[in-house]
């Protein structure tokens, strides 16, 4: 089975620098994801992770360590608008490598 | 036009009634999926789907049926509401990459 751990909830200030982290364990690791969720809207992707590293794309970055089974999210020069819940999601090889599976989300909260 | 329609997008009925969620896409995607989301407990897979003879069970398919009636169609059927099948549903289609697109999501209130 797979086991997906993220913080509940996380506070931050407008302009500054958040760093949101998942570990997870799965018997078969076949890529990681990050999607972000505004209040009653559809969730969006964000990043992709299938090797170690860091994958930057604009104020948004993720990290993987499949050895460590951690990820983490980077949110640089926070903006109100960045205010949502963001998923963390992970799958594995079982079945075609078609299960994708979601952690609980941290809702974040950007502050003036 | 959304690449993935959903309908109802609300709904509230009974206990013991029977409801069917739509889902269309026109990504011309294989695989298809229907999630339900309730608050602190995120996004979880009730059943997905790779292709029109393909149904595979996800982490909480009791109480819930799928139907996969063409590549771009696939609905999610509850026989017999009850109450704590109260939730957001959304269906998704992907084609193999992983990222998942989204329906804008039906809300479920079962009394």
């Known amino acids: 089975g797979q086991n997906i751990d993220q913080p509940t909830e996380m506070t931050a200030t407008e302009g500054a620098i958040v760093q949101i982290n998942c570990t997870y364990q799965t018997s078969g690791f076949n890529g990681l994801f990050w999607y972000q969720q505004h209040a009653g809207e559809a969730p969006t992707f964000l990043s992709y992770n299938v090797l170690d590293g860091l994958e930057e794309k604009g104020r948004f970055s993720s990290f993987l360590s499949r050895s460590k089974g951690y990820s983490y999210l980077l949110l640089k020069e926070l903006q109100m608008k960045d205010s949502a819940s963001y998923l963390c999601a992970v799958r594995d090889h079982s079945n075609q490598g078609g299960k994708l599976i979601f952690g609980q989300g941290t809702e974040l909260s950007v502050k003036p | 036009d959304a690449d993935v329609t959903q309908t109802p997008r609300n709904r509230i009925t009974k206990t013991g009634k029977r409801i069917m969620l739509e889902c269309s896409q026109t990504k011309g995607h294989d695989r298809m999926y229907w999630y339900r989301q309730d608050p602190g407990l995120g996004l979880r897979l009730i059943y997905y789907s790779f292709d029109v003879k393909d149904i595979n069970k996800g982490e909480i398919s009791d109480g819930y049926s799928v139907s996969r009636q063409a590549q771009a169609k696939f609905s999610l059927s509850l026989e017999s509401a009850i109450p704590n099948q109260t939730a957001l549903y959304f269906c998704?289609?992907?084609?193999?990459?992983?990222?998942?697109?989204f329906g804008e999501g039906s809300r479920l209130t079962v009394l």
């Open positions: 998704a289609t992907t084609s193999g990459t992983g990222e998942l697109f």
